[in-house]
Each structure stands twice: as C-alpha cells, then as structure tokens.
C-alpha cells in the first residue's frame, strides 16, 4: 500500500493497480475529474516525489508534460509513496454515483444533427445532482455514454440532455434511429467535478455545440438564486442552423454571444471562435470566472489563449466532451 500526499497536505493510502482518483475517494479525498479515461486532463497532477504507473495511456497529456512530471490520476496508480506538488483538490462535496432507472418521455430533433431528449426518473426516486454535472446513460446493450445534464434539479424528476449524433456512433444509433418516449433506460450519476464555484466575479461561459449543455444548468440555477453576477455566455457553432440554443428571458446584465466559426454571408453575428471573441471582448482577464464545455480542442486553445493573456488559471474551469472509452477501473 502506497501513500499519496496531496499538495494541501490531505494524505491517503492507494491500493496497488488502483488509480489514485479512485483510491482518494474511497478514503475521502476530493479531486478533479471528467472523464476517467485519461483524456480530458481535468484531473492532471504534478509529480514532486514517488513513483507511479499508468494504467491505461494518458493520451491528453502531451509528451512535454508528461516529461515535466505530470500525470493523470484518473488512469496512474502509485507504486511507492507519492507526494504532488500541484492537484485539482475540490472542497466541496458532491452527491454519490448510483444507477438509477428511467423514462423517456419526449424526443425533439433541434437541428439536422442535434437532439433534445427528456427523461424521468420513478417519482420515488431519491436521487440529485449539482448543476454542470454529468451521467452515464446505460443504452440498450449495456452501452455506456457520458451527457451533461441540461437543467437545474428540482423539476419534478425531470432531466434533460442535449445530445450530438457522431456517425456510426454506437449510442447515437439508437438516440437518432430507435428510440422511442416510454423507453426504459438506466443513468449512473451524477458524474463530474464541473460546478460553479463561490466567486463573486463577473462569470464567463465558454459552449461549444451541445457543450451550452451544463451552462445552461447553471444559468437556471444562478437564476434561482438570484441572478447578481455579471454572466456572458459565449456559444460556437459551425453554421446558424446549428444554434440549438438561444437564452429565454434574461436579466438584463445577461449577454447572449453566438459565434459562428464558418463564413455565412447572411449573418450579421460574430465570427471565428468563443475563445478569441472573449479575448476581443475583456480587456481584464484578471477580474473573471471562466467556465468552459465543449469540445476538446476549444477548451485546450481557450486554456493557452486566455492564461497567457491574464486569466488565472485557478479561474478557468473545463468540462471536455471527449468521446467515451473503456474505464481502466470501475468505481
Ligand atoms: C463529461 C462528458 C460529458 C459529455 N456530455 C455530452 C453531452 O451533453 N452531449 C453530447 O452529445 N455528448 C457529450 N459527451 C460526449 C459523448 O459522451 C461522446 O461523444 C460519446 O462517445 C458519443 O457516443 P456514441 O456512442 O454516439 O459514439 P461512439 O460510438 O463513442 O463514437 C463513434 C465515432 O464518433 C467519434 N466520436 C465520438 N464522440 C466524439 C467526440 N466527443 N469528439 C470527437 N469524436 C467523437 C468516435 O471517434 C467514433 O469514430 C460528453 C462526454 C464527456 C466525457
Ligand atoms: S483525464 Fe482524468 S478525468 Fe479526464
């Protein structure tokens, strides 16, 4: 048995072969994660001391970092003492994963490619989860796919996921071909560490596509709680018809930024990608929260763009929706 020592001080024992995000919270620790397939770097740490082994490639890492000593505890397991010099620790709690059935009960194509689907859980159900946070949805099949949800809790057990079609894509078959309302399908959640943090600064949203997805879950519940914070929420698409999503009736210091990243001459909006229109945007990077969903690529440039421009990286949150791969180690 290992120890790990986390850059806070927070100490605790990792199994041999077990990676050391699930040992810490088998023993209580909190880190960052997304994906636990070592792709998405949420839970990437730095090495002081220790050896440790990658149980599955940690393709989001790049050769550089992994050569300055970083790693990705989701899918390392450590072999002797190991003490980082630098981890995503979280302070807060968040609910505990469990399987739990459900319903579909509507399906609504929004664009060619895009799906709103809904879902309720049996009205008995004790289960709930933190606006930003994921699941598994357990398709026919036992096939497992990760989706954020998009909606604050508390609406009478209903759940909503915005859902991409990937050709060929296992689950997207049966999103797209086959299925139906009245459908019976199981989730494993809530998933993920990619909830708003206690700040008071002004909050910028970064959504690429179905990435609004768990912005819009934290809209509508900053919006319960009183909407007091400068919010603007940034979402790329390719082309106009691809914006499934535009905000309801707002607070007035709300703003709504569509950016499309392909040129269409009927459209007046802005163009490139959300990253460089937020660095257009804000000359004080230093004041602001970003929060930033989506795909991989935009959340890796937007992390480089805007830290090098002043943003703290401490205030720059992600959640990437890298596809799904198989689990080094089930929790
Ligand atoms: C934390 C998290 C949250 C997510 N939330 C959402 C969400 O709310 N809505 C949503 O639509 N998706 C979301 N995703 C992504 C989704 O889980 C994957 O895209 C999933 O693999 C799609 O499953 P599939 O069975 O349709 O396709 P698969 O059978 O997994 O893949 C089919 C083909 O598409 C490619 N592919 C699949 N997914 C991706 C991807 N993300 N990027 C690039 N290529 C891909 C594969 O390489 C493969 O060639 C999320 C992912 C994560 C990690
Ligand atoms: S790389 Fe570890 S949680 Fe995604």
Known sequence: MARVSLASGVEFDSEPDVPILLSGEKHGARLEYSCRTGRCISCKALVLSGVTTALQHESGLSAEE??????????RSADSDVVFAEDNE???DLPRAVIVPLRVTALERVTEDILVVRLRLAPSACWDYVPGQHVEIIGPNGIRRAYSLAGAPGRHSALELH?????????????????AVGDLLRLRGPLGTFVLRESDRPLVFLATGTGIAPVKAMLEHLEQVGPQRP?????????????????????AHWDFVPVLSRCD?????????????????????AAIDVYACGSD??????????????LDPRRFFSDAFVESAPRVADE
């Not at 992994?66 to 899918?75: D, E, K, P, Y």
């Not at 001459?265 to 990077?285: F, I």
């Not at 935009?298 to 002043?310: E, K, N, T």
């Open 66 to 75: 992994q050569g300055a000593g970083w790693i990705l505890t989701c899918v």
């Open 90 to 92: 979280i302070e807060f």
């Open 163 to 179: 859902v991409k079609r990937y050709p060929g894509g296992e689950l997207s078959e049966y999103w797209f071909g086959e299925a």
């Open 231 to 251: 919010v603007t929420v940034y979402l790329g698409v390719r082309t106009a018809a691809e914006l499934h999503w535009k905000p309801p009736a707002w607070p």
């Open 265 to 285: 001459r009927s459209w007046s909006g802005r163009t490139g990608y959300v990253q460089e229109a937020l660095l257009a945007d804000c000359p004080n990077l």
């Open 297 to 310: 690529a935009m959340i890796r440039d937007a992390r480089r763009l805007l830290v090098a421009a002043g």
